[in-house]
């Protein structure tokens, strides 16, 4: 079975400092995996997914399949950046499987 | 373009009673799916739909929770009867394709509507 786990509820970091979300994984195989973000009031979105390698907001993850993580990084948070993020993970042909979320805030 | 929408936005129903949700995704998606979340948690798959056809819905309660997706568009969840343990917020989302290798991974991303707030009291 697919799982994703999110070991912080909560983490709290000062604006311009890094912040890392961690994300862990368990799936035999080639997993695709996603960033979702949820801002105040506002809908589930996805931020950035490893396939793309990109940059979204300042944010990147980068999969290590030797360690089963998809952590998120940010160089430098900002006060925005606030919001309920969610790893999640797709195995081919199978359904999306999400992680129980981090909330992040960034204290001024 | 516009988003998911649902409907409606928030419901609360005493225990034992019926309630159904209405979604409707984004033109020309043929995916479609219903989460559960509880709160505190992520989201929960509970049926995902490819055009009319059911593809998964191994974590849908089958005894109180049904799903329809006439005509391959708009979907409907039901709960009959609600049990207090169903507060949650039900998500929709749809996306273009499901799970078929692409080099458009694009149409595999999910888009969410808004939600709607279910209290079972």
């Known amino acids: 079975a697919q799982r994703v786990t999110q070991p912080e509820k909560l983490l709290s970091v000062f604006k311009g400092a890094p912040v890392e979300l961690k994300c862990n994984y368990s799936?035999?195989?080639?997993?695709?995996l996603f960033w979702y973000v949820q801002y105040s009031r506002q809908r589930l979105q996805l931020l950035l997914r490893?396939?793309s390698r990109e940059s979204i907001k300042g944010f990147t993850a980068d999969l290590n399949k030797g360690e089963t993580s998809f952590h998120l990084k940010k160089p430098f948070a900002q006060e925005e950046d606030s919001a309920m993020y969610y790893c999640a993970l797709r195995s081919p042909g199978r359904q999306l499987t999400f992680g129980s979320g981090t909330q992040l805030t960034v204290l001024p | 373009e516009a988003g998911v929408a649902q409907s409606p936005r928030y419901k609360i129903i005493e225990k034992r009673q019926s309630v159904a949700f209405w979604c409707n995704p984004i033109s020309g998606h043929a995916t479609l799916y219903w989460y559960q979340q509880i709160l505190g948690q992520g989201p929960k798959l509970l049926i995902q739909f490819q055009n009319n056809g059911v593809v998964d819905d191994s974590q849908l309660p089958k005894d109180r929770f049904s799903a329809e997706r006439l005509k391959g568009v708009d979907s409907t969840l039901k709960i009959q009867p609600a049990k207090l343990e169903d507060s949650a917020v039900y998500l929709c989302a749809s996306s273009l394709r499901w799970g078929l290798k692409t080099e458009l991974h694009q149409n595999t991303e999910a888009f969410f509507g808004q939600g709607t707030r279910l209290t079972v009291v």
């Open positions: 799936y035999s195989g080639s997993p695709e």
């Open positions: 490893h396939i």
